[in-house]
Each structure stands twice: as structure tokens, then as C-alpha cells.
């Protein structure tokens, strides 16, 4: 027997932003504007804090990795004393302009340990919506929890 297939556009986890998610998808791309090179993979990401803060960050690529832009952001947080993130997300720079990213499946970790009920703001099929952290990694492996 064949379940219902639901697509993930309509998963009950999905909301739609708010003006807030809108200005932190503002500060992300302004943050990868500045630092945008056509001879890397540049990625800039924007955290709202719990203070009602929000905080930016950049990805630092090398040849050895590097990290990505979330965890940028979140470490600029932390370092101003925040210990909580309620939303979060990341945009690609280029020549056609921002355009929303899914965290990669190491930040997805990063975010299950920090800020599993954080929202992520995202881009599924040509719409922009956000989910819990927690359940873009189901499953995951706990160390800190
Ligand atoms: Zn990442």
C-alpha cells in the first residue's frame, strides 16, 4: 500500500516569513556584497539572536575547507555575548544576483546542537520559507544533548 506523497513545499513544518525574515535576508546579501569574489564560493549568512540582535557573518574559504557563513554568523553572535539564535540564513553572492541556500549538512549539525528550534529561512522550489533547525536533520547524532 502507497502512502500520500506531500511534497516538501507542503510539510506542516514549513511557515512563511515576516517582515523580520525579510530583513535578515537583507543583511545577509549586504554582508556577501561586500565580500563576494568571483574566484571563490562566497556565501554570507545573518543570525537573529535572542537579544533581538542580529549578526553577520561571512564564509572564510580555503584550500584545506574553511567555514561556511553560518557558523561565521553564530561566532560573531556568541562573541557578543548571545547564547540563543532563533533564525537564520544564508545567501550566495553572484553576478545574478543573492540567492537563498539550504544549510550544508555540517551546519545542519552545527544548528541541531545551538539552535534545533531556530527558524531556517529557505528557498524550496522557487518559494521562500523557513523550517525548524531540528527537523532539516532528522536523527542526528547527539553529543552535546
Ligand atoms: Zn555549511
New binding site residues.
Given amino acids: 500500500m502507497m502512502g500520500r506523497a506531500v511534497s516538501r513545499v507542503e510539510h506542516p513544518g514549513f511557515q512563511e516569513l515576516d517582515e523580520q525574515d525579510r530583513e535578515l535576508i537583507a543583511l545577509a546579501s549586504a554582508a556577501i556584497r561586500q565580500a563576494w569574489r568571483t574566484d571563490r564560493h562566497s556565501v554570507g549568512a545573518a543570525v537573529l539572536a535572542g537579544s533581538g540582535k542580529a549578526y553577520t557573518g561571512v564564509n572564510v574559504e580555503s584550500c584545506a575547507y574553511g567555514p561556511?557563513a553560518?557558523p561565521v554568523a553564530i561566532g560573531a553572535a556568541a562573541a557578543h555575548g548571545e547564547t540563543e539564535f532563533l533564525r537564520i540564513v544564508a545567501v550566495r553572492g553572484g553576478e545574478t544576483g543573492p540567492s537563498i541556500l539550504a544549510?550544508?549538512g555540517?551546519?545542519r549539525q552545527l544548528l541541531a546542537d545551538y539552535a534545533p528550534e531556530a527558524a531556517v529561512i529557505l528557498e524550496e522550489g522557487g518559494r521562500l520559507l523557513k523550517v525548524r533547525a531540528g527537523d532539516l536533520l532528522p536523527f542526528a547524532y547527539r553529543y552535546f544533548r
Fill in positions: 561556511c553560518e544549510p550544508c555540517n551546519c
